[in-house]
């Protein structure tokens, strides 16, 4: 009996989960809950992804025969003829020490100046705090594109104890002139013995990783598909930086980047055109034109694309295998998904939130691909889509004019 009513109970208990099963199945599907994305422009490409290799005039600069080499400039640097780029101590502790001497200097020179400036300065609360605002973003850039971060350092450092002082908190900059003089005079007996010059003039880099003519810069618009896949193939076989070098020189502003497409994929393109590249490893991207390769031969599959750059920096002298995303073309739109598009009277748009009212928006298709569609807005039509207007994405029976509480 009791084998019984438990089995009576266990029948029970499944015939509820699935009746429950079956109502939440019901419910979900004839109430869909309304969900939104806020109209925001945004900016997508038609691209192509490829290897590229960069190309530039450029040699090495090596170490000294004797003694201990160390770079006497900063990456990126702009080295004119007769320019030092490194300098030779007698031993490693000489070198260290001399590093030591420099930091203390720069520092000491920079709390010197700090001090005589924040004398007598207007008592401006509000100015200090506009300019430490910009300046953390100035940092905040700067830590993005590894460009000028020292000096962006330096600049909110200063704004910031200009600050302390105008609201009454005391620093002692006395101390901290003095501790930063003892450093100088305890570290400046350990002089470089010789100097390395260049008799060129160019751009300093650290970086050299011994394929600094893989490819040949003045021929380079010669340069076939084979030998830049060849080229690829040798770095990837062998990428590990050379050590032996003091360095190298960048000698000219024009730098090239070579890859290796389909052909269908610049059929748009011409020779001459200004394009967008983007560096797939961080958020990097590079106006470059197109030197030659959108021009293929007929029936030709693949084409060799050489693009060109006249803006050099420390990053770019650092560039030698890179993936990357040509972009050639840019549309400027609402992107939606799919599924949020709709067609009302032969027109296609999207269907808004205003107030708790539906509201129909018309639009163009600009671009689409399988997940999403962008759409054009215009300001000036009162039936378009508004930036900032709530686009439903997920809905049910979405009518123009409709209420939702």
Same mark, same amino acid.
């Given at each position: 009996m009791k084998n019984m009513r438990r089995n009576d109970v266990a029948i029970f208990i499944a015939i509820f989960l699935v009746v429950a099963y079956v109502f939440y199945e019901c419910y979900s599907v004839t109430h869909i809950e309304l969900v939104t994305e806020t109209a925001l422009p945004t900016?997508?490409?038609?691209?192509?992804?490829?290897?590229?290799?960069?190309?530039?005039?450029?040699?090495?600069?090596?170490?000294?025969?004797?003694?201990?080499?160390?770079?006497s400039n900063e990456n990126g640097a702009k080295i004119k003829v007769g320019g030092n780029v490194g300098? /030779?101590? #007698?031993?490693?502790? $000489?070198?260290?020490?001399?590093?030591?001497?420099?930091? +203390?200097? &720069?520092? =000491?020179?920079?709390?010197?100046?700090?001090?005589?400036?924040?004398?007598?300065?207007?008592?401006?609360?509000?100015?200090?705090?506009?300019?430490?605002?910009?300046? /953390?973003? #100035?940092?905040?850039? $700067?830590?993005?594109?590894?460009?000028?971060?020292?000096? +962006?350092? &330096?600049? =909110?450092?200063?704004?910031?104890?200009?600050?302390?002082?105008?609201?009454?908190?005391?620093?002692?900059?006395?101390a901290i002139i003095s501790d930063l003089?003892?450093?100088?005079?305890?570290?400046?007996?350990?002089?470089?013995?010789?100097?390395?010059?260049?008799?060129?003039?160019?751009?300093?880099?650290?970086?050299?990783?011994g394929y600094e003519s893989i490819l040949d810069y003045d021929n380079i618009e010669d340069v076939t598909a084979k030998q830049v896949n060849s080229a690829i193939k040798k770095i990837d076989k062998n990428s590990a930086k050379s050590t032996k070098h003091l360095g190298k020189l960048v000698t000219a502003y024009n730098w090239y980047m070579v890859t290796v497409v389909d052909s269908e994929c610049v059929k748009s393109l011409a020779d001459?055109?200004?394009?967008?590249?983007?560096?797939?490893?961080?958020?990097?991207?590079?106006?470059?034109?197109?030197?030659?390769?959108?021009?293929?031969?007929?029936?030709?599959?693949?084409?060799?694309?050489?693009?060109?750059?006249?803006?050099?920096?420390?990053?770019?002298?650092?560039?030698?295998?890179?993936?990357?995303?040509?972009?050639?073309?840019?549309?400027?739109?609402?992107?939606?998904?799919?599924?949020?598009?709709?067609?009302?009277?032969?027109k296609k748009g999207v269907y808004a939130l205003v107030s708790s009212q539906v509201r129909f928006r018309e639009a163009d298709v600009l671009y689409s691909d399988k997940d999403y569609v962008l759409l054009s807005f215009d300001p000036d039509n009162s039936d378009g889509i508004r930036l900032y207007d709530k686009i439903i994405v997920q809905g049910k029976e979405l009518e123009d004019g409709k209420v939702y509480t």
């Open positions: 900016t997508v490409y038609e691209q192509v992804d490829a290897q590229a290799l960069v190309v530039r005039q450029e040699h090495i600069i090596d170490n000294a025969d004797d003694g201990v080499t160390v770079a300098m /030779v101590f #007698d031993s490693q502790k $000489s070198a260290s020490n001399y590093s030591k001497y420099v930091e +203390a200097r &720069d520092r =000491l020179e920079y709390y010197e100046d700090l001090r005589a400036r924040s004398v007598g300065q207007a008592a401006n609360v509000e100015s200090i705090n506009d300019d430490i605002h910009r300046q /953390v973003n #100035d940092y905040i850039r $700067s830590l993005n594109t590894n460009k000028d971060i020292d000096d +962006a350092a &330096d600049a =909110l450092n200063g704004s910031l104890v200009k600050r302390q002082l105008i609201i009454g908190e005391k620093i002692d900059f006395s003089q003892q450093k100088t005079d305890k570290y400046s007996s350990y002089p470089p013995t010789g100097y390395i010059s260049t008799s060129e003039s160019g751009v300093f880099s650290t970086y050299a990783d001459g055109d200004k394009i967008e590249i983007a560096l797939k490893d961080n958020d990097t991207t590079i106006k470059m034109t197109i030197v030659k390769g959108a021009e293929p031969d007929m029936g030709v599959e693949k084409t060799v694309l050489v693009l060109k750059s006249n803006d050099m920096n420390a990053q770019y002298a650092m560039l030698r295998k890179v993936d990357v995303s040509i972009r050639y073309r840019s549309y400027t739109g609402i992107k939606v998904p799919v599924e949020a598009l709709h067609v009302k009277d032969n």
